[in-house]
């Protein structure tokens, strides 16, 4: 009877003792839920190290709920390299989106271009929002115009939703510059402008495209008649320069009503001046003069 009794508490303590880690477990993941309502993350990554810890002691896993706990906190703790190690391990568990978005997101915050680029690359056909389509988009156009990729970011620009934002538009005339496929871009600025008339990024873009190309001709015309200054060349001249003055008003006109919404934009004020001058608007290249002496 005695032998039967202390075999029977013998088997009881090993039940004890083997229950014991189970009960650690719990404790880790109590505290980590009671740690992430109270919005005390910290806690929570200090537990989820612990509850870690413990998985990889008894080979197991842990359960995916406490790693997007643990995933958030590190995000809301701006520890991004640990929020970045659990994103992962998050989206290996699930299908879930929402951790591939916010991965998206951390790579940007830390500069991780390459990794933001070749992510957002791998998940572009899992994106289901319109608004999100967009925004990755256009971060992933920028990139490949950073990197002087222009191809790349042109057909980008042709797929991106909604095709009627002059913002997506806009897009193909920026990669077109960058090709020096000046005629397309115009084309498609104008059209843009057209639909759109108040779209500065546009008005800027073909206010300077037209300054330039009076630029060009403008010294293009000085420089032949510097060779021939002859009667019938100045006749000539005076012809040409009726019409380079033309372009010059048209820009200078988008470049006043840039200047009125944004009157410290120093890139206007600079374009403003040299049209006076070639002008011979000397009284406004003045005062453009004094607006950029005044901001130094």
């Not at 958030?72 to 989106?97: G, M, N, P, R, V």
């Not at 990024?201 to 002859?230: C, F, L, S, V």
């Not at 049209?275 to 130094?296: F, H, S, V």
Request: proline residues 3%.
């Amino acid at each position: 009877m005695r032998i039967k009794q202390l075999t029977i508490s013998v088997l009881m303590l090993a039940l004890i003792a083997s229950c014991n880690p189970l009960k650690k477990m719990y404790n880790h993941q109590d505290t980590m839920e009671e740690a992430y309502n109270a919005g005390n993350y910290e806690q929570v990554l200090v537990s989820y190290n612990q509850l870690e810890n413990f998985h990889e002691a008894n080979d197991t896993e842990v359960k995916t709920d406490y790693t997007k706990m643990a995933a958030k906190s590190a995000l809301e703790t701006e520890q991004y390299q640990q929020a970045e190690d659990l994103l992962q391990q998050w989206i290996e568990k699930t299908d879930d989106f929402e951790p591939i978005e916010l991965l998206g997101s951390v790579y940007e915050k830390t500069g991780k271009t390459d990794l933001e680029y070749k992510h957002w690359n791998r998940y572009w056909d899992r994106i289901e929002s319109e608004d999100l389509k967009k925004e990755v988009g256009t971060r992933l156009f920028t990139i490949e115009m950073d990197k002087k990729e222009y191809d790349k970011a042109l057909e980008r620009a042709k797929k991106m939703p909604p095709m009627s934002d002059p913002k997506i538009r806009f897009m193909r005339v920026e990669a077109l510059d960058a090709r020096d496929e000046k005629e397309e871009a115009r084309e498609i600025c104008n059209d843009i402008l057209e639909k759109n008339p108040d779209f500065k990024p546009a008005m800027a873009w073909k206010a300077r495209d037209i300054y330039e190309r009076a630029e060009e001709w403008y010294k293009a015309e000085m420089t032949e008649y510097e060779k021939n200054p002859e009667y019938t060349a100045y006749v000539y001249l005076r012809r040409e320069l009726k019409k380079i003055s033309a372009m010059y008003r048209e820009s200078r006109d988008l470049f006043e009503k840039l200047h009125q919404d944004d009157p410290d934009n120093q890139t206007y004020i600079k374009y403003l001046k040299n049209i006076y001058l070639r002008l011979e608007m000397r009284e406004e290249a003045t005062k453009m003069d004094m607006l950029l002496e005044n901001q130094r």
